[in-house]
């Protein structure tokens, strides 16, 4: 049932009705842009989120050792994820409550989509800046550097662009390995794979004959393998150089600036032989850590 609630404003003056339309005109509008548009009109801040719920919540990867990954006890872990703490930390000194740090594993296909639908209020694994996707999502500074390398068994003679012509290579969908793979060798062919674990059995299998990632989670793997001997990690010199960093939803500069503030803190805290941080440093990279770089493409 509807109720007419028109109003008669024909008996007031031409400038008393002058004044009430341009009262209630943005009322109206208001009410119609809440009406075919909720999303919009009602539309909260990761920042707002955050302080209302007390819940970071927080994509990152099951297998990309040591970013991001499943341990043998199924709990998320890794060097982003560690930068996440010290962004959790920093939120909770700035909201002054306690904030709790909500993992949720994500695939390479699954980040920036989970992102634009605020499934998840930031994504920090092991992705990395491009054009493409800044178009879509926002991204904080870098804290890792990495590159495109391919993953052989010895002996193979691959590694140049030429050499990958008619290969099977193992990509990863969604990744800038699949796109850095295309753009150096276009008649190389792509092999597409679910995750990191099914390239490397689709290598040792034989299935294809090389497998593109980054260059320290091909490392990482490399170090723990049983049979590491009869692979190697070409070429030299990674076929591209990429920044390591977390995505955030766009427009939301207050939230980004605290994530980027935490990350410029470790960093400098790390460079300054800061204890915490380069416990934090050395503990997934260092010497004894879990994957040792000998030369520190973090830094």
């Known amino acids: 049932m509807f109720v007419n609630t028109q109003i008669n404003l024909s008996y007031l003056p031409a400038l ?4 009430i339309y341009k009262n209630i005109a943005p009322v109206i509008f208001g009410l119609i842009l809440s009406a075919i548009m909720p999303g919009v009109a009602s539309a909260e801040t990761v920042m707002e989120k955050v302080a209302r719920t007390g819940v ?24 982003s994820v560690d930068m996440l703490g010290l962004i959790q930390q920093q939120l909770e000194k700035e909201t002054g409550k306690k904030i709790k740090l909500k993992l949720v594993a994500v695939t390479p296909d699954e980040r920036i989509p ?4 605020r499934e998840v209020d930031i994504v920090c694994d092991a992705s990395s800046f491009t054009w493409e996707r800044d178009k ?16 052989i068994k010895k002996n193979s003679n691959l590694g140049s662009p030429e050499s990958l012509i008619n290969k099977r290579v193992g990509v990863l969908s969604g990744t800038t390995n699949e796109q850095v793979i295309k753009q150096i060798q276009p008649q190389a062919k792509l092999v597409y794979l679910r995750t990191r674990p099914e390239g490397f059995a689709a290598l040792e299998q034989g299935k294809v004959d090389a497998f593109a990632s980054d260059s320290i989670l091909l490392e990482g793997w490399l170090q723990t393998a049983k049979n590491q001997d009869s692979f190697a990690i070409v070429p030299p010199r990674p076929y591209s150089r990429e920044g390591i960093a977390c995505m955030v939803p766009e427009n939301n500069s207050k939230f980004l600036n605290s994530v980027n503030y935490s990350l410029v803190k470790f960093m400098q805290g790390f460079v300054n032989n800061n204890p915490k941080y380069v416990a934090i440093f050395d503990h997934w990279f260092g010497y004894q850590g879990v994957v040792y770089l000998q030369q520190f493409d973090i830094k």
């Open 136 to 151: 879509k999502v926002d991204f904080s500074i870098s804290y890792g550097v990495t590159g495109t390398q391919i993953l």
């Open 16 to 19: 008393t009705k002058s004044k």
């Open 114 to 117: 989970k992102i634009i639908n």
């Open 56 to 79: 970071l919540t927080a994509g990152t990867s099951r297998d990309a050792l040591p970013f991001a990954y499943s341990d043998r006890q199924g709990k998320l872990t890794g060097y």
